[in-house]
């Protein structure tokens, strides 16, 4: 055997010991790697989903264990079920690799809640829906990382889950100028942030308004786009009104459910069509409570008022935070969110947080939010290549959206526009948008961002135009799930 036979022969060998070696680990995070890696198989585009399920219940949890255990159990079906049937499509109907998914879910005992098992399959999940595994798999993604992906891979991110705001920063506030007390009483003030001083008044065995609100009066006209106030719920308060006054006449009336904690609510006056912000002059605020106990009243539980700031028209529309609700994997991170124990918010991932994750992954980002107020983590997380698509705008509420943007991704609907036989991200966004508002009308909007100017846009609106490069749903148009289109 000549010198050049035994160096193809030892090439052979060496090819075969390679493609017997790999790489064993003790996370799923690299479930799917291999030892050896060619160049000619890292432009390969790669195909990754993360599906995050995160709380099963929202603010609205208390003590009342039938009530909660319903809910719980209701939501927990809607989540798994979307989560299981989102997983089946992306492996049965777009040929995903099953190592390629990360299903992160909090399980609940099966002795107590059903797991919708024709749906979901238990073996599916690779961890648990906290905010630390989900650092840990976005970061695989990133450059240098166990999972590094490229610009010519893609990857998908679905979050089911309860979302929200706060407007607490950012916003020049202002407060009141002076209060006529009527039957309200202080110690100082009729309204202070301070501990121990608040406005309050005593009502006796009247299921109804308060006769006397508590009246707030401008030296001047004042224009406002919204305001913030902080009040307190008890056994027999039911609802707050409050009414703004021009010369004598409601221009505004909101009527709030009263919360729970003495913490803030915000309200942005918005047109309930297009959601434009409004705007409007006032001289006068009248605060009222409502009871809906008559055999208890405000005697023994007056209704407080802690604080109550306006937000001026020339202040900037600027949201500070946005948030998702996370899973409680400890009792300590549940007490410290029901009674605020040490003053932490540790079941919350921030828009702030979920950017620092996802930075600097080069793959083609698809985003789908299912939460309320998904909208809000648009000017976050916008940019180059990432495709966001929330079920609704920032300050807008939302309902069962997932589904029918599933359904329109797995062909199960007539989303096909175009005709080409393949269901894009836009047709499947127009579809669900479509969907929603046959069934919701205006109350919510879902919204989508693709050019990278950090606006969500609504697909009846001029700005979204998927044959025009450069608008909102062009790159949309031209990303599939089972294939990658260059534009």
């Known amino acids: 055997m000549n010198i050049a036979n035994l160096i193809t022969l030892a090439l052979v ?23 050896l890696q060619t160049t000619e198989d890292k432009e390969v585009s790669q ?9 099963y219940f929202g603010m609205w949890f208390n003590f009342q264990p039938i009530k909660n255990y319903k809910r719980i159990q209701q939501y927990y079906t809607w989540y798994l079920n979307d989560a299981g049937q989102t997983y089946k499509m992306l492996r049965d109907t777009y040929g995903y690799s099953e190592e390629n998914i990360f299903l992160l879910v909090k399980l609940l005992p099966e002795c107590l809640f059903d797991i919708p098992t024709e749906q979901f399959n238990k073996s599916w999940v690779d961890g648990t829906c906290d905010e630390e595994i989900l650092e840990d798999v976005l970061t695989s993604f990133k450059i240098g990382g166990s999972n590094e992906l490229s610009e010519n891979d893609s990857l998908l991110f679905l979050m089911i889950d309860h979302g929200g705001i706060y407007d607490d920063g950012g916003i020049n506030w202002v407060k009141p100028d002076k209060v006529n007390y009527n039957d309200w ?60 006054y021009n010369d004598s006449e409601i221009i505004k009336q909101t009527i709030l459910n009263s919360w729970v904690k003495k913490d ?84 919350l991932l921030y828009d702030w947080e979920l950017a620092n994750y996802i930075d600097n992954i080069s793959a083609k980002m698809i985003f789908l939010f299912q939460p309320c107020f998904g909208g809000a983590f648009i000017d976050k997380i916008s940019g180059e290549n990432r495709i966001i698509c929330t079920a609704s705008r920032g300050f807008e509420p939302a309902d069962s959206w997932i589904g029918p943007f599933r359904r329109a991704l797995n062909k199960e609907v007539d989303a096909d526009y175009n005709f080409d036989g393949n269901i894009s991200i836009a047709e499947a966004y127009e579809y669900t948008a479509k969907w929603v508002i046959d069934r919701y009308g205006n109350l919510f909007h879902p ?16 700005s979204y135009n998927s044959s025009m490069f450069g608008m909102d749903g062009y790159l949309a148009a031209n990303t599939f799930l089972n294939l990658k289109i260059s534009v």
Request: proline share 2%; glycine share 4%; charged share 25%.
């Open 447 to 462: 919204i989508i961002d693709d050019n990278a100017d950090r606006i969500g846009t609504h697909y009846n609106e001029t």
């Open 185 to 244: 009483r202080c110690e100082f003030l009729a309204i202070d942030n301070l501990e121990n001083t608040f406005a309050s008044y005593h009502k006796t065995f009247d299921n109804n308004w308060t006769d006397q609100p508590l009246i707030i009066k401008m030296d001047e006209l004042l224009k406002i786009k919204g305001f913030r106030i902080k009040s307190g719920k008890d056994s027999s308060q039911d609802k707050i009104r409050i009414r703004f």
């Open 264 to 347: 803030w609510e915000y309200l942005v006056f918005r047109n309930i069509t297009t959601q434009e912000i409004q705007e409007y002059e006032i001289d006068r605020i009248e605060i009222s409570f409502h009871e809906n106990n008559a055999n208890v009243g405000f005697k023994v539980h007056p209704a407080k008022v802690y604080d109550f700031e306006l937000w001026p028209a020339d202040s900037l529309n600027d949201i500070q935070k946005a948030f998702f609700a996370l899973t409680f994997n400890t009792l300590f991170k549940f007490l410290n969110w029901k009674f605020n124990v040490f003053n932490g918010e540790l079941n």
């Open 13 to 35: 060998i060496m090819l075969m010991l390679s493609s017997c070696i790999q790489v064993t680990g003790e996370t799923n995070l690299d479930k799917n790697q291999e030892t």
């Open 47 to 55: 195909r990754y989903a993360v599906i995050f399920v995160g709380q």
